[in-house]
């Protein structure tokens, strides 16, 4: 789903936000992304969504190689990526409804259906009775969870989520990681960055350290990739076992 391959970013000053970066993420998986403040969290970020290049390396999404992408093919990559921005990016003077359903408009989405897919949206985060209140009357988890609901209109492939419960109290941010992980559970490939390292141990999900735009170490195991192939074959090891019970209950 993503691959990063010996990724260096380089800035005009001649400052390095990564350096010599390799890792992968797979479909459906679940992963944090862990570093200090500057560690090279928001820059990898930028390269997934193409909103940055990489000075020397590859880096793929969904089998598209983002170095080589056209223009005309850049909105079709980001529409398979939902962001929930560090500074969230809600508009102050519109409505929640009005955040959310800002990118189903720009996708020219009719009117009646986006509001349906809105309302759903919702519903699901948990935020539908707000959406006639504007953003300075929610709290930070409900704030939290409308940027979520907008970067989830398009239904993307990927969600980026970067710091998600930096300015939230511990209870709160349990809630919106638990809301991320259900996404995750329906089949939404998450990758979460963060430097709350409660969080991170209380969930057993695989870990990339960054600091100071290098790769320090990666834990945790890959979660077995489910395919169609692999499926018919434990299907037929489970036949062969259940004639093997039969024979020697004979």
């Known amino acids: 789903m993503i691959r990063l391959t010996k990724v260096s970013k380089q800035f005009r000053t001649g400052v390095f936000a990564l350096t010599d970066i390799s890792f992968e993420v797979e ?3 679940f992963v944090f992304l862990v570093g200090p403040t500057g560690s090279g969290k928001t820059t990898i970020f ?4 193409r909103e940055a290049l990489p000075t020397v390396g590859e880096v793929i999404v969904d089998n598209w190689d983002v ?3 056209p223009n005309n093919k850049i ?3 980001r529409k398979k990526i939902g962001v929930v921005f560090q500074d969230l990016k809600l508009l102050m003077d519109r409505t929640i409804f009005e955040n959310i359903v800002l990118p189903l408009e720009v996708s020219g989405i009719d009117s009646s259906t986006a509001a349906k897919i809105v309302e759903g949206i ?3 985060v948990g935020i539908l009775d707000h959406k006639d209140k504007f953003p300075i009357q929610l709290s930070g988890g409900e704030l939290q969870r409308a940027a979520i609901a907008r970067a989830l209109t398009l239904e993307p492939d990927i969600l980026l989520a970067d710091e998600p419960t930096g300015n939230l109290d511990q209870a709160t941010a349990k809630e919106i990681v638990k809301l991320l992980a259900d996404i995750n559970e329906k089949g939404t490939t998450i990758i979460m960055a963060t430097h709350n390292e409660d969080i ?3 969930l057993s999900k695989r870990v990339i350290a960054l600091n100071k735009g290098r790769l320090i170490g990666i834990s945790g195991k890959k979660p077995k990739v ?12 489970d036949k062969e076992k259940e004639k093997e019970e039969q024979n020697e209950d004979f």
Request: no cysteine.
């Open 27 to 29: 479909k459906g998986e």
């Open 46 to 49: 930028r390269l997934i969504t």
């Open 67 to 69: 170095t080589k992408l």
């Open 75 to 77: 909105s079709h990559l």
């Open 122 to 124: 919702m519903e699901k």
């Open 200 to 202: 991170v141990k209380a």
């Open 226 to 237: 489910h395919t169609e192939h692999s499926e018919k074959k434990s299907a037929i090891i």
